[in-house]
C-alpha cells in the first residue's frame, strides 16, 4: 500500500502537481483507513480469542444501550466493532496476570520434583550398592 501511494505521489510531481495532493480525492485515506481497522479488527479477534483460551472474562460490548469505552466502531460501515486501545490494554494486561499466574503455579512445584529426583537417585544408589555388596 505505501509503495502505491509513494508511486501515484511520484506521478503527481512528475507531472507538475503537489505531492498533497494526492489525498484530495480521498481514496487513498479510505483506504488506509480500511487497512487500520482490518488490521486493529485483526489483533481484537486475536487477544479476545487467546482470552477466552486462558477462560478471562473479555469485557462487554455494550454497557445498557452504549458502546462500551474498550470497543471502538468501525468509521466505515459503523457496524463492526474492534478493542480500543484502552481495551487491548486491559485484555492484554489481563492475559499477562494469568500467564504469570500459570507460570508461577508450575514454578512452586520444581522443589518438589528436584527433591523427588534427588531420592529416587539415593534409592537407587543404594539399590545399586547393596546388590554389589550382597549376598
Keep these: 500500500m505505501d509503495r502505491e501511494v509513494d508511486r ?58 452504549v458502546l462500551s469505552a474498550d470497543y471502538q466502531r468501525s468509521g466505515l460501515d459503523g457496524h463492526r466493532y474492534y478493542l480500543s486501545l484502552a481495551g487491548e490494554q486491559k485484555v492484554r494486561s489481563a492475559i499477562r496476570e494469568e500467564e504469570k499466574y500459570r507460570s508461577e503455579r508450575w514454578a512452586r512445584r520444581i522443589p518438589y520434583i528436584t527433591a523427588l529426583s534427588g531420592l529416587i537417585g539415593t534409592i537407587t544408589g543404594l539399590v545399586a550398592l547393596l546388590a554389589k555388596w550382597g549376598p
Design 8 to 65: 501515484e505521489r511520484r506521478r503527481i510531481v512528475k507531472n507538475g502537481g503537489n505531492a498533497a495532493d494526492i489525498w484530495e480525492d480521498g481514496s487513498w485515506q479510505f483506504e488506509y483507513q480500511l487497512l487500520e481497522e482490518d488490521e486493529a479488527s485483526f489483533h481484537s479477534k486475536q487477544l479476545l480469542g487467546r482470552a477466552r483460551e486462558l477462560r478471562i472474562p473479555t469485557p462487554p460490548v455494550f454497557e445498557g444501550d
